[in-house]
């Protein structure tokens, strides 16, 4: 059995297993469906399917486990992370995509991709091991390249992009480079100290995207939102510190406390009249102030 193989039937057990705990017997049904819509043989042994629980404990960091009084296999939740989480997904688009070829008439992609996954793995790698990077880097207002000597602390997600948070050397600072604008990188053969006091994901803790807010309080923000806005907000929270104060039928009133940095004023902007900001008056008139000017292209 190839390793294409191997990977696929882990992910058909995980998928299983996510929808409900299961029997043995159960799984090897799901296997044996499976090995039809795929063209290939999923079917195994018990021995081997032992096996593949290790292999995905080991490779995937998903913990299985065994309930004797039911009789049922079940993925243990205490051992998840943020990176299993993201996994699930991954598999999921994974397996629908191995089902057959001929999705172009049941499945749109997004046509805004984000670019610069290629470098994901060398980053990676230096952020792990601690390489300085020289990275040739564009910016967004000019077709000047700079380069910039870094060392790699954190890679970020933010909106489908991805974020190098890295100390530059030359102008002692931590910034933040998107990996789209990256235009050729060198990992240099020079290891650099990691600080005990440096937490890189502090420098986001009260941040809504990538604007580091490590030398900002955060405020306390109220924010009311109407017309089913609140329910979007519910389910994908602007902030790990969202919190609901009332709801009816009409509105929700929801509480945050995070720095407010201009990503976080776009992302309240782009709700318009579903949105209104109770307080802080500060980003009541941030808010006010950029509508104001956006009218007025409309003059």
Known sequence: MTVQESLTRHGIIISKLRAKASSFEEIMDRLSLESDLHEMNFEISKRTFQ?????????????????????????????QNEYSKRLFEVMDVFQMLKMDKRLSDFVEFSTR??????HLSGLLYATQNRFQLQLNYKKFDNDLVDTHLVEPYLLKEFRNRWYLHAYNIE???FRTFGLDRIQSMRILDIKFQYPQKVNPREHFKNSFGIVSSINQEPQEIVL??????????????????????????????VKLKIVPTYDF???????????????PKSLADDLRGNFRRALQYYD
């Open 224 to 253: 009311k939102f109407f017309n089913n806005q609140g329910e979007y907000v519910r389910t994908l929270p602007l902030h790990s510190s969202q919190q609901i104060l009332e709801e009816d039928g009409d509105s929700m009133l």
């Open 113 to 118: 991709k984000p670019m610069g996954t290629e």
């Open 171 to 173: 102008k002692k600072e």
């Open 265 to 279: 004023v776009f992302e309240l902007m782009s709700m318009g009249s579903n949105l209104k900001v109770i307080s």
């Open 51 to 79: 096996r593949d629980l290790n292999e995905i404990r080991s490779l995937h960091h998903i913990d299985i486990k065994f309930d004797r009084s039911q009789k049922v296999y079940f993925i243990n939740e205490d051992f």
